[in-house]
């Protein structure tokens, strides 16, 4: 089980640890991270961030980000106040989550988005979730 105090320090230690270790990284996400100028994301991080998005917002986006209103390519993925604040309150025709779902995992799906299919625009907490409720 995902608790949100696990999934918020996993993403605090991890990056954290990164970037002031200066550790190594391999493989595409580090050629992504290296170019954004951002941390690897976590495995398990964006397994459960993942996770999410798939019980919440594939019915709509897809799996690959690409259905309904895109999320693949989509400029507006850089803005991670703004992804957070169209989760909660669901303008338009999609629907509004923040009855649904808690700041952590909100934070966990911003983190999948952003970082998905392409994306690269590092880690979101639910620090930045809070506020916007």
Not at 110 to 129: I, K, M, Q
């Amino acid at each position: 089980m995902i608790t949100s105090k696990n999934a918020l320090l996993s993403v605090h230690a991890i990056a954290l640890s990164a970037a002031l270790s200066g550790l190594p990284q391999s493989g595409a996400a580090a050629e992504e991270a290296a170019g954004a100028g951002h941390a690897a994301i976590p495995v398990d991080i964006m397994e459960q961030g993942k996770a999410l998005y798939l019980k919440n917002c594939r019915l709509c986006h897809g799996s690959k980000g690409t259905s309904g209103k895109p999320l693949k390519g989509n400029e507006m993925m850089e803005d991670a106040e703004y992804v957070a604040s169209v989760i909660l309150v669901g303008p338009g025709y999609m629907a509004a989550f923040e009855d649904h779902l808690t700041d952590d995992e909100i934070a966990l799906i911003v983190t999948y988005v952003r970082n998905a299919w392409g994306h690269s625009y590092g880690p979101v907490d639910a620090s930045l979730v809070a506020p916007l409720r």
